[in-house]
């Protein structure tokens, strides 16, 4: 188990195509329960990520609590309250292939990298969030409770 | 909302059921003020500009555009509607761009016009405005039907990091925003535009590069195969609808 972390990290850095990251991806049921890392996320940097318009540009698509951006999208759900509608598990996969709960689905898969078609080369062979970067993220989503209701 | 703004637009073809609309209706009212009013559209710079190239030979043994074809108001009027077209000679298809740059190559022995040159986009603008108002009228021919149907194959793929389609954004949720953008129909009424963000005009390639390199993807190479097919069917998706060279784009 450990090893196979260790593996995956080191297959990661070193950006080695796809077939061997995949293979890494211990998915139970809807959720990946081990942290990528090891250890738990930043949600102050996560939450700059998430607004980085090249990093996590959730923005394009989401809305959330970002009073300082004006500019978000509306393909996609508010982020608000994603902490209370999923726990860590289910959130950690929707981060990194969210088409394997939905195929059809527009969102990036942010930790993955086979199977995709004519990436540009500046981008290749790497996943748009690290594995740290993704644990980052998720500890922030996780903090985005919704408001209980009176 | 929608349909109101469409039907005031729908002089020239669209019929009333018909929900395609021109990147012109998604913007702001002043860049759409811009474009209507030819003395406040910096496009039309450029197409004053090729219409001095027009007149002029490339080099003094050579002939001019003119003196070949004559009144372009006469001669190129409804020629940018039908383009791409099949191109006999070398059997397959050719944009308009490429047209002018063959002509330039084999009728004037000039010196050759790169893609997005000023040159070439200002030739480019004048022949397409004297297609202004008419609708897009692709060639039926069974050599573009088979362009079209790769143009439609690569437009329905995911591409690039991102792995998004051109469908995905332009027909599942044209209309929506992206960040700040409205996400237009991808109707390529306009080029070539001028381009606020670019302060200056470019190609329908150079638009479709955008999108590319927007999803993370490997763009195509000017003139490809590949883009002249996206443009074809992009032609064929916009039957009907009126040419506005020099449109404004944000």
């Not at chain 2, 729908?10 to 009333?16: D, G, L, T, V």
């Not at chain 2, 070949?68 to 383009?83: F, L, N, P, Q, T």
């Amino acid at each position: 188990m450990k090893a196979a972390r260790f593996l995956a990290s080191l297959l990661l850095a070193m950006a080695i195509p796809a077939m061997a990251a995949a293979q890494t991806l211990q998915v139970t049921g809807d959720a990946v329960m081990q942290s990528l890392t090891g250890s738990a996320g930043d949600p102050a940097r996560g939450r700059a990520i998430i607004t980085d318009r090249q990093k996590g540009f959730c923005l394009l698509c989401h809305s959330g609590p970002f009073n300082e951006e004006p500019l978000q999208g509306n393909l996609a759900p508010s982020l608000e309250g994603a902490g209370s509608r999923w726990n860590e598990g289910q959130l950690r996969l929707r981060l990194m292939d969210n088409k394997r709960v939905n195929a059809e689905s527009i969102m990036p898969a942010y930790h993955r990298i086979e199977g995709l078609n004519r990436v540009g080369a500046t981008w290749r062979d790497r996943p748009i969030l690290t594995a740290a970067e993704i644990e980052d993220v998720l500890a922030f989503l996780m903090g985005l409770k919704a408001e209980k209701a009176p | 909302m929608k349909r109101i703004a469409l039907a005031l637009f729908a002089c020239c073809s669209i019929a009333s059921a018909d929900e395609r609309r021109s990147g012109l209706l998604d913007m702001r009212p002043e860049a759409q003020a811009m474009q209507r009013d030819d003395s406040m559209n910096p496009g039309m710079l450029w197409v004053l500009d090729g219409e001095a190239l027009w007149g002029r030979k490339p080099t003094p043994a050579a002939q001019s555009c003119a003196d070949c074809h004559g009144d372009a108001a006469a001669s190129m009027r409804g020629v940018a509607a039908r383009y791409p077209a099949f191109d006999q000679a070398s059997g397959s298809a050719i944009d308009l761009a490429g047209r002018i740059i063959q002509c330039r190559e084999a009728h004037q022995a000039g010196p050759p016009l790169a893609r997005e040159s000023k040159e070439l986009l200002a030739l480019s603008s004048f022949v397409a405005h004297q297609s202004r108002g008419l609708p897009i009228a692709p060639p039926e021919d069974t050599g573009m039907r088979a362009v079209r149907a790769l143009g439609q194959r690569i437009y329905n793929t995911r591409m690039g990091q991102l792995d998004l389609s051109c469908a995905q954004c332009h027909d599942d949720h044209a209309g929506r925003r992206l960040a700040g953008s409205s996400i237009p129909q991808a109707h390529p009424t306009g080029y070539p535009i001028y381009r606020l963000e670019w302060q200056g005009v470019g190609s329908l390639q150079r638009r479709l590069r955008g999108c590319m390199v927007g999803v993370r993807a490997e763009p195509f190479a000017y003139g490809s195969s590949e883009f002249i097919a996206i443009e074809a069917y992009l032609m064929e998706r916009a039957r009907g609808m009126a040419l506005e060279t020099p449109a404004i784009r944000p």
